[in-house]
């Protein structure tokens, strides 16, 4: 009797794209997490070997769909940026993220606080963490920063009011309800999205003006030439008048000299 046999192939596994939940928990942790993304993507446009990403699902035991992570803003540096991913499998990357940063609140704080302080810590050796509240629900202080250092998670110290991240080269600091990044190289938050967008604006509408500016000088120097120019010509003219005047003037008295002489010869025979 025959017997069929059992395929020793291994069933490929299909990752989800999504864990059910919201993106974030109110729209200032939305809007910090869309920001922050974009702004760091923007900082490491021209480095093609450091991914940034976001609210992207994160699997870490190859096999088991259950065992993910979704950073709501994660930095990889030494993996391409490119192609864009559904989901990170970090079996395939071959290292997890260098920087993490949970946007937390009083409802996600024992989670944020306390397994995933404990996967990014001893799991995925994540090398800075940093926990933001916005609404200052329980943090105190409201931003704060860990480093890892011999297998622990040690708080990074404050520099002029903000903390520091080695991985990112930039300082975090708190703006209103905006985690905001500043760049020690130039003194100055990087721009979010939409300011980026209104100094784009600001340097056309100064370019436009600059241009219009020129146009006018150019103009204005056109019209005092043309003028100059005028001036030159009917002095010019004047001066070609004057020496017809003169020519006149001198022609005539020639012939009243001749006159004169003519008529003192004529007295003189007559005397």
């Not at 021209?46 to 803003?73: I, M, Q, T, W």
Request: glycine fraction near 6%; aromatic fraction near 8%.
């Amino acid at each position: 009797m025959a017997t069929s046999r059992r395929s020793t192939t291994k069933r490929a596994v299909e990752y989800p794209t999504s864990d059910g939940k919201p993106m974030a928990e109110t729209d200032v942790h939305r809007k910090d997490m869309v920001d922050l993304i974009a702004t760091l993507e923007d900082y490491f446009a021209a480095d093609p070997r450091v991914y940034v990403s976001g609210n992207l699902l994160l699997f870490y035991e190859e096999g088991n769909r259950r065992k993910h992570v979704a950073p709501d803003v994660l930095v990889v540096r030494g993996v391409p940026k490119l192609p864009l991913r559904k989901y990170y499998l970090l079996w395939e990357e071959g290292q997890g993220p260098d920087l993490v940063i949970e946007l937390t609140s009083k409802s996600t704080r024992k989670n944020d606080r306390g397994k995933k302080l404990v996967l990014y810590r001893d799991r995925l050796r994540v090398s800075e963490y940093f926990l933001f509240d916005p609404f200052e629900e329980y943090l105190k202080p409201s931003l704060q920063g860990y480093r890892l250092e011999a297998d622990q998670y040690v708080a990074i110290a404050w520099e002029a009011g903000r903390l520091p991240s080695a991985v990112l080269g930039l300082h975090l600091e708190r703006r209103g309800s905006e985690l905001r990044l500043y760049n020690p190289a130039t003194g100055r938050c990087l721009p979010t999205p939409q300011e980026r967008v209104a100094e784009e604006a600001a340097a056309r509408h100064r370019e436009v003006e600059a241009r219009q500016r020129a146009e006018a000088d150019t103009h204005r120097e056109a019209e005092a030439r043309r003028r100059a120019e005028e001036d030159m010509r009917r002095e010019a003219e004047a001066r070609r008048r004057a020496e017809e005047d003169r020519q006149q003037i001198e022609a005539e008295n020639e012939r009243l000299r001749r006159e004169l002489a003519a008529l003192q010869r004529r007295v003189s025979g007559e005397g």
